[in-house]
């Protein structure tokens, strides 16, 4: 009677079915492989803050698991929803900027939008599909895994690479801080300070655009030994060119290699040019001289490009902050506005930088120090009120002109409180007396409706420069400078070079030349703010 019982029919996919097609892993390691890739290209350390973020993303994950289970009785139903529901989050926004530099056609702030349509029409599809979703399952797993392996394989690999991150006060101090020069007489070398604050209007830009008249903040930055640059301006429109140009002290076209600069555009764009900021004239200089070169991490800086000769000490400028921010800036967290996850992480990067920048002086050896510290304020998203405090919050997308320029205004006052304090600090534990650079690298970049050339070239290029040099040595001349000239100028006063001072240019980019419309605003301007002032 057994041996006449009809066969069961078995379909065919399932008669080879592995534990790897049956058991979606995918969608766990399609959240696992941003949150480490972010670690891996971005510079960051693991420890600060990936492992709070991916456990928050997998737990979320996990749960979202369980829920579905209930009305979806398909496990690999599930995972394919939620892998789909994934990629949209992680990659719908880095999709987008990648697409704005490099499609063949205006990709504008509004694609992102477009893109997420997709979460109810890959939904929908999803849960009437009547399939079983073994090959699905196996695919997703497959990619998924192997992606996973790579970002780990760079972790490991970046972990021996990188710089190491060092901890203010641990480091021995058994050098001195003299050297000898040609004639045999020792000269004592001051420590050099680079202080950026991102996207400090100049002074005339300030009166004009922002109606704020910024000459207490000088006048006590002079009782402190300062020169300020009566009209000072930026050479580039963006700090990821500024910075490489005023520390290599010539234009980008002159410093990256005609090899390199069909890499320029779209997505090399960044990682290719910011290696300069490591890399420059002014450290190898100084470096000649017996220099040390400490360099203040954040979140904006890529140290995974490739260096020659990394920083001699690195500074963490935050914990955790750095890397929330960045996983704020590249999922679809961000169509959320400036909220208070993303501006917290701005508000302890902030606060941390201008506390280790007080205690500076001496911490890491008693040879001379070049010092690089990078301030994200004043310039957006506002994350502080002039006293300090927490900036009230809005999505600045939906705030006035006014609102902007008074939010603005009060996280320069903040600013040049913050940076008062800590040149305060510096001057009073130096052990030498004490070469500061305080300057931004680019104006405000926003403010009011305004589209005339003078307007661009005020918002655009507008910056202050100001220079306090070592002893009784002073600046020939303050009335007009570009972040270029900068440290052509103070190596010159400070150490007697020769330099050359190059001629002023205007660029948007990397290489979009805005020279002939914007130079003749700022000759006009030379004439307006600085004659009256040479009357006198």
Avoid at 201 to 217: E, M, P, Q, R
Wanted: charged share 20%; hydrophobic share 40%.
């Amino acid at each position: 009677m057994t041996d006449n019982a009809p066969e069961v029919d078995i379909p065919a996919e399932k008669k080879k079915v592995s534990f790897w097609d049956r058991i979606p892993f995918h969608p766990f390691f399609l959240t696992a492989y941003p949150v480490l890739f972010l670690v891996v290209h971005n510079g960051v350390r693991f420890r600060d803050g990936a492992p709070l973020i991916l456990s928050v993303c997998l737990a979320i994950l996990a749960l979202l698991f369980f829920l579905l289970s209930f009305p979806l009785r398909n496990p690999r139903q599930i995972g394919a929803l939620l892998a789909l529901w994934v990629i949209l989050f992680f990659w719908t926004v880095p999709l987008c900027s990648f697409a704005k530099t490099n499609a063949p056609f205006r990709v504008g702030n509004s694609t992102v939008y477009y893109l997420l349509l997709l979460y109810p029409i890959g939904t929908i599809g999803i849960l009437r599909s009547r399939g079983s979703f073994y090959f699905t399952t196996r695919l997703l797993n497959s990619i998924s895994a192997v992606l996973v392996a790579f970002v780990v394989v760079g972790l490991i690999a970046n972990s021996w690479e990188r710089p190491p991150v060092a901890v203010v006060g641990n480091l021995p101090q058994t050098e001195n801080s003299t050297q000898i020069t040609n004639e045999g007489v020792k000269e004592t070398l001051p420590d050099i300070y680079l202080i950026v604050c991102d996207a400090y209007a100049g002074d005339t830009a300030l009166k004009t655009l922002y109606h704020f008249d910024n000459s207490s903040f000088f006048d006590e930055l002079h009782s402190r030994n300062f020169q300020t640059i009566r009209l000072a301006n930026s050479n580039y429109g963006e700090t990821q060119f500024s910075i490489p140009s005023l520390l290599n002290m010539d234009y980008l076209n002159s410093i990256v290699p005609e090899s390199d600069r069909k890499n320029v555009a779209g997505f090399h764009l960044k990682r290719l040019v910011f290696q300069y900021v490591f890399d420059n004239r002014v450290v190898e200089y100084l470096r000649a001289r017996g220099y040390r070169f400490v360099h203040f991490l954040n979140h904006f800086q890529e140290t995974g490009v490739k260096i020659k000769t990394p920083p001699d000490f690195m500074v963490s400028t935050t914990n955790n902050g750095d890397f929330y921010s960045l996983f704020y800036d590249t999922t679809l967290l961000r169509l959320y506005g400036e909220g208070g996850f993303h501006l917290a992480g701005k508000r302890r990067e902030t606060l941390t930088s201008f506390e280790l920048l007080r205690e500076m002086p001496g911490k890491y050896t008693e040879k001379p120090v070049f010092v690089y510290v990078h301030f994200f304020v004043p310039q957006p998203p506002f994350a502080f009120q002039s006293d300090g405090s927490p900036q009230r919050y809005h999505v600045e997308s939906r705030c006035t002109p006014g609102e902007m320029n008074e939010m603005y205004v009060e996280q320069i006052r903040f600013t040049n409180r913050s940076v008062l304090e800590a040149i305060d600090a510096i001057v009073a534990k130096s052990k030498t007396d004490p070469l500061i650079v305080l300057l931004s690298d680019h104006g405000s970049r926003f403010s009011g409706s305004e589209n005339s050339t003078e307007a661009t070239a005020l918002r655009t290029f507008n910056n202050f420069i100001t220079i306090r040099l070592p002893g009784e040595k002073r600046l020939d001349s303050l009335e007009r400078m570009a972040n270029v000239n900068v440290f052509r100028t103070v190596l010159n006063a400070a150490f007697g070079e020769r330099f050359p001072m190059l001629e002023n240019k205007y660029y948007l980019d990397f290489d979009t030349d805005k020279t002939t419309e914007i130079a003749p605003v700022f000759e006009r301007l030379e004439k307006e703010v600085l004659g009256p002032l040479q009357d006198k």
